[in-house]
C-alpha cells in the first residue's frame, strides 16, 4: 500500500556530490515529515535529516549540517537530500522514512521505510 522508493545513491570520490530522491506512494504526503537515516555494516541506522509536512521546518544531524540539504516537492510526492562535500564516513546505505504528523528523528518513530540506496564515497 505504502512505498517509499529511494534512488540516487552510487560510488563518488571524497569531496563530491550527490542528491537522493524517495518518491512516495499510497499516503497522503503533506500529512507525514519525510526524514533520510543511513546504516553502514555492523552499525545502528542513524538519523541524518528531517522536513515537515509543508517543507517550512528542517532538523539535522550534526554529522550533516553545513553539508547536506533536506527539501521536498510536494507536487511530486518526493523529498531530496543533496549531499556536498563528501566523505568516505558518509558510506552507508541511506533510507527515507515517514511519519504521520511529527518530525521523524529516531528510527524508532518512522510509520514507514524505504528500501534504501547505496552511497559509497571512495578515499
Known amino acids: 500500500q505504502v512505498q517509499l522508493a529511494e534512488s540516487g545513491g552510487g560510488l563518488v570520490q571524497t569531496g563530491g556530490s550527490l542528491r537522493l530522491s524517495c518518491a512516495a506512494s499510497?499516503?497522503?504526503?503533506?500529512?507525514?515529515?519525510m526524514g533520510w537515516f543511513r546504516q553502514a555494516p555492523g552499525k545502528e541506522r542513524e538519523f541524518v535529516a528531517t522536513?515537515?509536512?509543508?517543507?517550512?521546518?528542517?532538523n539535522y544531524a550534526d554529522s550533516a549540517k553545513g553539508r547536506f540539504t533536506i527539501s521536498r516537492d510536494n507536487a511530486k510526492n518526493t523529498v531530496y537530500l543533496q549531499m556536498n562535500s563528501l566523505k568516505p564516513e558518509d558510506t552507508a546505505i541511506y533510507y527515507c522514512a515517514a511519519r504521520y504528523g511529527f518530525p521523524v528523528t529516531h528510527r524508532a518513530r518512522a510509520d514507514y521505510w524505504g528500501q534504501g540506496t547505496q552511497v559509497t564515497v571512495s578515499s
Open positions: 522536513i515537515s509536512g509543508s517543507g517550512g521546518g528542517t
Open positions: 499510497g499516503l497522503t504526503f503533506t500529512n507525514y515529515a
